[in-house]
């Protein structure tokens, strides 16, 4: 059975939950279950529509954990979460810990890596029939720096998540799971990532549900530096992601990524309502 992707009639507002020590702007405060699951069921009551819980932290150089260790941080979090009756995603690049996820009632599977990082994912996402965000990825957190070059960073994304697309429908996986992801700041310097958001909508033409996720990433610290160059701390990121919110559902993103999951839903159910206003508009001609 497929897994129907949540389509609320607006953008979507997936709420950050890490439960890691070293997450780039929450690593720590959600590091154990009961601070999670109570962070999870915040997020959902002020109405977004799926918690992410990841268990590794893909902040750039970032040391890899090992699965056992990431089934531990993840698991009785997505159990807990799911029984409460909140939509839950995992966020892993691993089959294992993603069948284990969904095995406790996980619908969707966030994959940083697109399918490239574990051969089995395309089989247990096709065979659990669950929804699987396709991030564009170009290697692990270590290296993913180096390969941060481009000719036409919009154009080489979307080419290479229409591969990813091809090679995922090729092992089995049905088009109507897929939501496809730009990756900013992953392999993506500054400037690669204001070039992505510029072009969202050619990412959208491609014709499936597209992710964004900005939330407080290092281009927005650096292009809110101080006067003397201090880069804008993480915590205090989130006005400018919320412009982001904005962006992506006026141009048609299925959803977005943030931390601040309260503030996104606001923003996205105010952007619904000036789009629907266009629509009533339209139609008396
Ligand atoms: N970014 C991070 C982690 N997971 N998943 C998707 N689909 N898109 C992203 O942009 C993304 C992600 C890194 O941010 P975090 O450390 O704050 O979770």
Redesign the pocket.
């Known amino acids: 059975m497929t897994a129907l992707l949540r389509t609320p009639g607006r953008c979507v507002v997936m709420g950050?939950l890490?439960v890691t020590p070293d997450?780039?702007?929450?690593g720590g405060c959600f590091a154990d279950a009961p601070s999670a699951i109570a962070h999870g069921l915040a997020m959902a009551a002020a109405g977004a529509d799926y918690v992410?819980i990841?268990g590794e932290?893909?902040?750039p150089g970032a040391d890899r954990i090992d699965t056992d260790e990431e089934c531990r941080r993840v698991l009785p979090v997505v159990t807990e979460l799911t029984s409460a009756g909140v939509r839950v995603s995992v966020?892993t690049t691993r089959a294992e810990v993603a069948e284990a996820a969904i095995a406790a009632g996980a619908t969707l599977v966030?994959d940083?890596s697109g399918g490239l990082a574990d051969a089995n994912m395309a089989q247990v996402v096709a065979a659990t029939g669950v929804s699987w965000?396709l991030?564009h990825w170009r290697g692990h957190s270590r290296e993913m720096y180096a390969a941060a070059r481009y000719g036409d960073v919009v154009t080489e994304v979307c080419a290479e998540l229409t591969a990813r697309v091809e090679d995922v429908v090729a092992a089995g996986v049905a088009p109507a799971q897929l939501v496809l992801?730009p990756?900013?700041?992953?392999a993506k310097r500054a400037e690669h990532n204001w070039a992505l958001l510029a072009g969202l909508d050619r990412l959208i033409d491609l014709g499936l549900p597209v992710?964004?996720?900005?939330?407080?990433?290092s281009f927005l610290g650096r292009l809110l530096a101080d006067a003397d160059g201090t880069v804008r701390p993480a915590e205090q990121r989130d006005a400018a992601t919320l412009a982001t919110t904005v962006l992506a559902a006026e141009a048609g993103a299925w959803g977005v990524?943030v931390?601040d999951a309260a503030a996104s839903v606001d923003a996205v159910r105010t952007v619904a309502a000036v789009q629907e206003a266009r629509r009533r508009r339209a139609a008396r001609g």
């Open positions: 950050v890490n997450s780039f702007s929450d992410d990841g932290s893909t902040r966020d966030n940083v965000v991030m992801d990756g900013l700041g992953f992710l964004l996720g900005a939330s407080r990433k990524r931390h």
